[in-house]
């Protein structure tokens, strides 16, 4: 079982082989879900942090981590978009990469102030992605506890809440 406590020089993460790897697998799966970060050649706005883009992402995933900063204002939120999506994907993408570097080196780590803020950004990341793909909502434990073992959704609840408890067990430690 994983353990999360405060020592000097910062917070002690410490995971089972399994969970080392869960947690490196959600890693990657996100860097693949976020997609590249390089701009096209010749594209002079991407290489200055400017999309094209305005309209939000078809995929209910990214649309949970990347949501409109307008809801009443589609105009305003395509402008606000446009500029900011660039900024925040590249942060999420660096805070996977800190995650994956910080298991190399191994299962146990100290994870300095910024390293744990990190950690934990990137971990409100993963578990946003999986609830938005297992439709988690507010009664999601009660349907937890009802779901039969052999259901196929069975480990991922299992996961996201396994996740809830390292990403509280690492806000206690980091305040």
């Given at each position: 079982?994983?353990?999360?406590?405060?020592?000097?020089?910062?917070?002690?993460?410490?995971?089972?082989?399994?969970?080392?790897?869960?947690?490196?697998?959600l890693?990657?799966?996100?860097?693949?879900?976020?997609g590249?970060?390089?701009?096209?050649?010749?594209?002079e706005?991407?290489?200055?942090?400017?999309s094209?883009?305005?309209?939000?992402?078809?995929?209910?995933?990214?649309?949970?981590?990347?949501?409109?900063?307008?809801?009443?204002?589609?105009?305003?939120?395509?402008?606000?978009?446009?500029?900011?999506?660039?900024?925040?994907?590249?942060?999420?993408?660096?805070?996977?990469?800190?995650?994956?570097?910080?298991?190399?080196?191994?299962?146990?780590?100290?994870?300095?102030?910024?390293?744990?803020?990190?950690?934990?950004?990137?971990?409100?990341?993963?578990?946003?992605?999986?609830?938005?793909?297992?439709?988690?909502?507010?009664?999601?434990?009660?349907?937890?506890?009802?779901?039969?073992?052999?259901?196929?959704?069975?480990?991922?609840?299992?996961?996201?809440?396994?996740?809830?408890?390292?990403?509280?067990?690492?806000?206690?430690?980091?305040?």
């Amino acid at each position: 079982m994983s353990a999360v406590k405060k020592v000097r020089g910062g917070v002690s993460v410490r995971l089972e082989a399994e969970e080392a790897a869960l947690v490196r697998a959600l890693m990657e799966q996100l860097l693949e879900l976020l997609g590249q970060d390089a701009p096209g050649p010749g594209d002079e706005l991407a290489a200055v942090g400017i999309s094209d883009r305005t309209a939000p992402p078809d995929d209910p995933v990214l649309a949970r981590l990347f949501p409109d900063a307008y809801q009443e204002d589609e105009r305003a939120a395509g402008e606000f978009r446009r500029y900011t999506e660039m900024g925040l994907r590249d942060g999420k993408r660096e805070a996977a990469r800190t995650v994956l570097k910080t298991l190399e080196r191994g299962r146990e780590a100290v994870l300095d102030e910024e390293e744990a803020q990190i950690w934990l950004r990137a971990l409100n990341d993963v578990r946003l992605a999986l609830g938005t793909r297992l439709d988690i909502t507010e009664e999601w434990y009660e349907e937890a506890a009802e779901l039969d073992p052999r259901d196929p959704r069975a480990p991922m609840f299992a996961a996201y809440d396994w996740l809830t408890m390292l990403q509280e067990s690492l806000v206690r430690a980091v305040w």
